[in-house]
């Protein structure tokens, strides 16, 4: 039986309308994912910043924990901290953490002047590259070898780079600048065009910073008090030490805000796909980081029957982890797509109702299963017919009292 929130009154009727409004513009936005920090990475099937900022103005108050165990990019995180929330969040890919953490931590201004002499050399150290014969094959698999050799250049000049969250922030960098030459494209810039956009990336990275450091200052949140409110940690949602983390700080979140992995749906959360879809590790090289894991790994799942299976098991083991921690007033917005959602939805919402959760049937953003049409999809799914992973679906549950 699904639980109702509390109704607002007459008197409120009307701003409870124009919110509404305006959550359902935020929720069916299809402007390109920006501002403050959240064009550091594309990750893949990322939130909307609109629509989670929509989510924590009707949901949450200043200094209420929001947790999102399945993080990916980390715009849930980026969100809360500019709203002056107290951000967890959670993700067993080290990328994930990696962006995530680099979204969300402040720099000095001596850390940009470090940062834009490190461009410097860059562009210095790769002047002519495009010149140079390429013969040899990229010791990175499918990677063209002349892209390899600009980034194996900028890479070896970031130990320049003295503090650790300056060398993070000029690797986030490089790989945001590597995903818009080679993900997905079927022509690759010369090294002097990634050159120049690498400059222009880090002046826009670094005003982004700002950005946020000034949304959560307005907020209540200082510049000095972001990453003691944020907290990162490197667990699958289902894993007991993300519980025993939280219960050891007393923590109970408000809201747990989150798009897991959507079942039976081909995403890449841990490659690029080079002319065509030539699948490279280059994320994982150029941000130093470890990568040994297969797709199914990061989607809980494969698309076969029994990667569903598993899928639906791992499903439920999460939130059954996760209503350890949840109060009676937590609540549980999501944004999942299915392969099939008209067998798959009812599996779903069976896994959330045995791990202890009710789907809502009303409250402050409406009911329950409304849907969007994702937006903005990768080059080689354009033009295709809509399915039904093309759209996703608002699920709202409150604990089982």
């Known amino acids: 039986m699904a639980t109702t929130f509390p109704t607002t009154t007459l008197d409120s009727t009307h701003a409870h309308s124009a919110d509404k409004t305006k959550f359902e513009s935020a929720f069916h936005s299809s402007d390109r994912v920006q501002g403050l920090t959240h064009d550091f990475y594309k990750y893949p099937a990322r939130f909307s910043p609109q629509f989670v900022r929509s989510i924590l103005d009707r949901l949450t108050e200043p200094g209420d924990y929001v947790l999102d165990p399945f993080m990916g990019g980390g715009t849930t995180i980026v969100e809360a901290i500019a709203s002056g929330r107290r951000a967890i969040g959670s993700d067993i890919n080290e990328l994930s953490h990696f962006v995530t953490r680099v979204k969300s931590t402040p720099l000095s201004k001596q850390d940009a002047s470090e940062i834009l002499e490190w461009v410097a050399a860059v562009k210095q150290a790769t002047t002519g590259l495009d010149s140079m014969p390429t013969l040899d094959p990229s010791p990175i698999r499918n990677m063209p070898i002349a892209s390899y050799s600009f980034f194996h250049a900028a890479t070896k000049l970031v130990a320049r780079?003295?503090?650790?969250?300056?060398?993070?922030?000029?690797?986030?960098?490089?790989?945001?600048?590597?995903?818009?030459?080679?993900?997905?494209?079927?022509?690759?810039?010369?090294?002097?065009?990634?050159?120049?956009?690498?400059?222009?990336?880090?002046?826009?990275?670094?005003?982004?910073?700002?950005?946020?450091?000034?949304?959560?200052?307005?907020?209540?949140?200082?510049?000095?008090?972001?990453?003691?409110?944020?907290?990162?940690?490197?667990?699958?949602?289902?894993?007991?030490?993300?519980?025993?983390?939280?219960?050891?700080?007393?923590?109970?979140?408000?809201?747990?805000?989150?798009?897991?992995?959507?079942?039976?749906?081909?995403?890449?959360?841990?490659?690029?796909?080079?002319?065509?879809?030539?699948?490279?590790?280059?994320?994982?090289?150029?941000?130093?980081?470890?990568?040994?894991?297969?797709?199914?790994?990061?989607?809980?799942?494969?698309?076969?029957?029994?990667?569903?299976?598993?899928?639906?098991?791992?499903?439920?083991?999460?939130?059954?982890?996760?209503?350890?921690?949840?109060?009676?007033?937590?609540?549980?917005?999501?944004?999942?797509?299915?392969?099939?959602?008209?067998?798959?939805?009812?599996?779903?919402?069976?896994?959330?109702?045995?791990?202890?959760?009710?789907?809502?049937?009303?409250?402050p953003i409406g009911g329950s299963r409304q849907e969007r049409v994702v937006p903005n999809r990768k080059w080689y799914n354009q033009g295709k017919t809509l399915n039904d992973a093309s759209t996703e679906v608002l699920l709202i549950h409150k604990p089982t009292g």
């Open 161 to 363: 780079l003295g503090l650790a969250r300056r060398r993070r922030f000029a690797r986030c960098a490089l790989i945001r600048v590597g995903q818009w030459a080679l993900d997905s494209r079927l022509h690759i810039p010369s090294n002097a065009d990634i050159a120049d956009h690498l400059e222009q990336r880090v002046y826009g990275m670094l005003k982004g910073l700002a950005a946020l450091v000034s949304g959560a200052s307005e907020n209540g949140t200082y510049k000095n008090k972001i990453t003691a409110d944020r907290l990162l940690l490197p667990y699958a949602a289902a894993n007991p030490l993300l519980v025993r983390v939280l219960n050891r700080r007393g923590i109970s979140p408000k809201l747990i805000l989150t798009s897991p992995p959507y079942p039976g749906v081909h995403v890449l959360y841990h490659r690029w796909q080079i002319h065509g879809r030539r699948e490279t590790s280059a994320p994982y090289w150029i941000a130093d980081l470890r990568d040994g894991h297969g797709e199914g790994y990061y989607t809980m799942g494969s698309r076969s029957t029994l990667g569903l299976k598993l899928y639906f098991e791992k499903l439920g083991a999460a939130f059954k982890n996760l209503r350890a921690i949840a109060s009676l007033d937590t609540a549980v917005v999501q944004l999942v797509a299915f392969s099939h959602a008209e067998t798959q939805l009812p599996l779903y919402l069976a896994a959330m109702e045995d791990a202890g959760f009710t789907e809502s049937a009303a409250g």
